[in-house]
């Protein structure tokens, strides 16, 4: 079968042949329609990332879109190893593959559902957000934190701050649902007196996708501009700024910020999927707002590097281009 290969560390993935998967007991084979090109994708292509096996070659993706054998449309996720979603073919547990609802394309499907999981599960299954409360997303410009904003609305957030260092595609965030939008300026200063105004009326939780210097300055603001001894939920999801932080201990032991992570390994494997189940189930009637390209799974070699934070590159196999 035709598929996406990483044969090496620090290799991209070409389009080659790879022998075809055989479902083993407990596991479904898919026949794969769309696959998504996410950051946790390429980290573990390139084996960065903390849940890389190490292991060559293997087939790139975590999730994609296709059908059973018999014939049910489903959307998968955590194929078995060597086999990725990036594949003519794919397989893996029954648990894992979820039927999708009517209405629901493909492409949506296959691109909506990490970066949907990703704020669900941090709101859900982490910070455990209640409806009324106030929530600012740290790096609301990506895919996923656009998300991010509508899922926390769609939840019952009553206000949602936005930070973005894209000014034009943060003013876009209001009209999902940011209440107040603040952009990641040079000037780092500025960017923490911004936040103060916001912590001293109040926020419950932050979902962050940075890390680095946002984020020290958002866990400096929140210590400082808070509310003493009420509860800021940090909920650290991605690293696009940086891997590490500079955290004073003293910051930690004057404020009641909970700092947590979100992601594969911080939340029960069956958890974890069923949050991805309810972001499918709530992407029509929630009106998620995604925008995807679709480009055929045999052109890999060029997308895989192609920059686009806004809209989502979705690899498709025998549904076109």
């Not at 894209?166 to 999902?176: D, F, I, K, Q, Y």
Request: positive net charge; contains cysteine.
């Amino acid at each position: 079968m035709k598929a996406a290969i990483v044969q090496g560390a620090g290799k991209s993935p070409i389009y080659a042949d790879f022998a075809a998967p055989v479902p083993a007991a407990g596991e479904q084979r898919v026949t794969v329609t769309a696959a998504a090109l996410s950051q946790v994708v390429k980290s573990r292509a390139s084996g960065t990332h903390y849940s890389s096996s190490g292991q060559f070659p293997f087939v790139v993706g975590i999730d994609g879109v296709g059908r059973l054998d018999d014939g049910t449309r489903v959307y998968f996720v955590l194929p078995r190893a060597p086999f990725g979603s990036m594949a003519e073919q794919t397989v893996a547990r029954a648990a894992q593959c979820l039927p999708l609802p009517d209405g629901l394309d493909d492409v949506t499907a296959a691109a909506i559902a990490n970066p949907g999981m990703s704020s669900w599960a941090a709101f859900k299954e982490r910070a455990k957000l209640k409806a009324g409360e106030t929530v600012l997303v740290n790096g609301a410009t990506g895919t996923a934190g656009r998300l991010a904003v509508q899922i926390a609305k769609h939840l019952g957030a009553r206000k949602v701050i936005a930070t973005g260092r894209n000014a034009e595609t943060l003013r876009s965030v209001a009209t999902l649902g940011a209440d107040v939008t603040i952009p990641l300026v040079e000037n780092g200063d500025v960017f923490e007196e911004r936040l103060k105004e916001q912590f001293a009326a109040g926020v419950d939780i932050i979902v962050d996708y940075l890390w680095g210097t946002s984020a020290e300055r958002l866990l400096v603001a929140a210590a400082k501009g808070g509310a003493k001894a009420v509860p800021i939920r940090f909920v650290q999801i991605g690293s696009v700024s940086g891997s590490n932080v500079t955290l004073p201990s003293a910051l930690l032991r004057s404020s009641a910020i909970e700092l947590m992570g979100s992601g594969i390994n911080s939340i029960p494997r069956h958890r974890f999927v069923k949050a991805i189940g309810e972001v499918l189930q709530a992407a029509i009637p929630g009106g998620f707002q995604i925008a995807t390209k679709t480009v055929p799974l045999a052109k890999v070699e060029h997308e895989w590097s192609a920059a686009d934070s806004v809209r989502r590159a979705v690899f498709t196999v025998g549904l076109g281009p």
